[in-house]
Antibody, heavy 119, light 107 residues
Framework: EVQLVESGGGLVQPGGSLRLSCEGSGFTFSSYWMSWFRQAPGQGLEWVANIKQDGSAKYYVDSVKGRFTVSRDNAKNSLYLQMSDLGAEDTAVYYC????????????WGQGTLVTVSS | DIQMTQSPSTLSASVGDRVTITCRASQILNNWLAWYQQKPGKAPKLLIYKASSLESGVPSRFSGGGSGTEFTLSISSLQPDDFATYYCQQYKTYPVTFGGGTKVEIK
C-alpha cells in the first residue's frame, strides 16, 4: 500500500523556522516527482512546491520563494520542506503528495501536519 | 498565474440526484485539469485527471467533461459517501492553482 506520512508540524513564533518531513512507503520513492501543498484553516488548497525525482528541478509558489526550500533524500524515502521567516499567513495543514501513476497530478496525499505560526 | 473559478460554492442535493460542478480557467488548459474530493479532516483524493479520465478505483458515477477554459464534474447519482468538498486544479503551468471549492451538502 502506498503511504505518505508527514511530521514536524507544530507551533512556531513569527519569524521562526520549521522543517517538515514526509516519509514514503509502498512505492519506489526515487521514481516520482513529489509535491507539497497547504490548506489554511477553513480555506481552500494551495500548491507550495514540487521537486523532481533526483532533486535537480524545484518549483515554488511565489509567496514562499526565498523562504521555503524543498529537498529529498531518496535513500531515506523522504521529502522535506525547510520553512523560514514564517508568518501568520503560513499557518496551515501541510500535505505532501506523490505524482499519480496517471500523470502530473498528485495522488495519494499524506494525512497532513499542522503548522501554527503565532506568538 | 491561471485563475480557476468554481461554481457554485455550495450545492444542496439529495441522495440519487445528478449534480454538476463547473470550473472556469482564465486561460486555455489543453485539458490539464484535475478534480479532487476532500472530506472534513482528510486529505484530498484524486477523482479525474486530464479533464475526463477517471482515476483508478473511482466509482463510474463520477465523470469529467469540458475543454478549453470550461470544465465540469458530474456525479450521476449522488451517494451518501459523496457529500464532501470538490476542487478543480489546473496543472498546465506553474504555479499549479486550484478553484475555491464546491461544498456538496445534504438537502
Amino acid at each position: 500500500e502506498v503511504q505518505l506520512v508527514e511530521s514536524g508540524g507544530g507551533l512556531v513564533q513569527p519569524g521562526g523556522s520549521l522543517r517538515l518531513s514526509c516519509e514514503g512507503s509502498g512505492f519506489t520513492f526515487s521514481s516520482y516527482w513529489m509535491s507539497w501543498f497547504r490548506q489554511a484553516p477553513g480555506q481552500g488548497l494551495e500548491w507550495v512546491a514540487n521537486i523532481k525525482q533526483d532533486g535537480s528541478a524545484k518549483y515554488y509558489v511565489d509567496s514562499v520563494k526565498g523562504r521555503f526550500t524543498v529537498s529529498r533524500d531518496n535513500a531515506k524515502n523522504s521529502l522535506y520542506l525547510q520553512m523560514s521567516d514564517l508568518g501568520a499567513e503560513d499557518t496551515a495543514v501541510y500535505y505532501c503528495a506523490r505524482y499519480a501513476d496517471s500523470g502530473p497530478t498528485t495522488d495519494p496525499w499524506g494525512q497532513g501536519t499542522l503548522v501554527t505560526v503565532s506568538s | 498565474d491561471i485563475q480557476m473559478t468554481q461554481s457554485p460554492s455550495t450545492l444542496s442535493a439529495s441522495v440519487g440526484d445528478r449534480v454538476t460542478i463547473t470550473c472556469r480557467a482564465s486561460q486555455i488548459l489543453n485539458n490539464w485539469l484535475a478534480w479532487y474530493q476532500q472530506k472534513p479532516g482528510k486529505a484530498p483524493k484524486l477523482l479525474i485527471y486530464k479533464a475526463s479520465s477517471l482515476e483508478s478505483g473511482v466509482p463510474s458515477r463520477f465523470s469529467g467533461g469540458g475543454s478549453g477554459t470550461e470544465f465540469t464534474l458530474s456525479i450521476s447519482s449522488l451517494q451518501p459517501d459523496d457529500f464532501a468538498t470538490y476542487y478543480c486544479q489546473q496543472y498546465k503551468t506553474y504555479p499549479v492553482t486550484f478553484g475555491g471549492g464546491t461544498k456538496v451538502e445534504i438537502k
